[in-house]
T-cell receptor
Framework: DGGITQSPKYLFRKEGQNVTLSCEQNLNHDAMYWYRQDPGQGLRLIYYSQIVNDFQKGDIAEGYSVSREKKESFPLTVTSAQKNPTAFYLC??????????FGSGTRLTVV | AQKITQTQPGMFVQEKEAVTLDCTYDTSDQSYGLFWYKQPSSGEMIFLIYQGSYDEQNATEGRYSLNFQKARKSANLVISASQLGDSAMYFCAMREPNNDMRFGAGTRLTVKP
């Protein structure tokens, strides 16, 4: 079945450590997105990519980095510069104008 | 930037009754799309329903319908015959001119048995 796979489901990060969240899709979608969700809040856009080897900052890109070397993959790195990274991270992809397909999310906690 | 407002942080509904979740939006664009997503406690976002700005009929998908009032810039979700499994967070979203999506803060719906 086609879909988006995010891994890991849970991730723990120590202070000052970089961590990478994986997002893979087999839907042949061009556009991919990373959102952050804090408890009781909506989704905020971190980065997005419309095509391979190109990506754009969203509303809250500081402290994050991405790459888009393959159409299927859009990993997100949470760097040590992100001072409050504890959140739920959702990856999504889109083909056409009718909404997104989401992954099941990664819950990141700083320990 | 476009803005989505969901004024109800939490809602309660009795099982088998209908409930309306409010959503208003702000845009100066003529062409846009409005979406509702459901987020259960497991975290995934489930697409429920879509309304295009030029659609004359209100969208319906099974027990879900979208009450679209363009002049008032509102796109309320109506869930009929509520079920216990409807308990979740519900997000209203709008597709922006660059085709990105902007989300509201969400409404937590609790269905009482």
């Amino acid at each position: 079945d086609g879909g988006i796979t995010q891994s890991p489901k849970y991730l723990f990060r120590k202070e000052g450590q970089n961590v990478t969240l994986s997002c893979e899709q087999n839907l042949n979608h061009d556009a991919m997105y990373w959102y952050r969700q804090d408890p009781g809040q909506g989704l905020r856009l971190i980065y997005y990519s419309q095509i391979v080897n190109d990506f754009q900052k969203g509303d809250i890109a500081e402290g994050y980095s991405v790459s888009r070397e393959k159409k299927e993959s859009f990993p997100l790195t949470v760097t040590s510069a992100q001072k409050n990274p504890t959140a739920f991270y959702l990856c999504a992809s889109k083909a056409g104008i009718y909404g997104y397909t989401f992954g099941s999310g990664t819950r990141l906690t700083v320990v | 930037a476009q803005k989505i407002t969901q004024t109800q942080p939490g809602m309660f509904v009795q099982e088998k009754e209908a409930v309306t979740l409010d959503c208003t939006y702000d845009t100066s664009d003529q062409s846009y799309g409005l979406f509702w997503y459901k987020q259960p406690s497991s975290g995934e976002m489930i697409f429920l329903i879509y309304q295009g700005s030029y659609d004359e009929q209100n969208a319906t998908e099974g027990r879900y319908s979208l009450n679209f009032q363009k002049a008032r810039k509102s796109a309320n979700l109506v869930i009929s015959a509520s079920q216990l499994g409807d308990s979740a967070m519900y997000f209203c979203a709008m597709r922006e001119p660059n085709n990105d999506m902007r989300f509201g803060a969400g409404t937590r719906l609790t269905v009482k048995p």
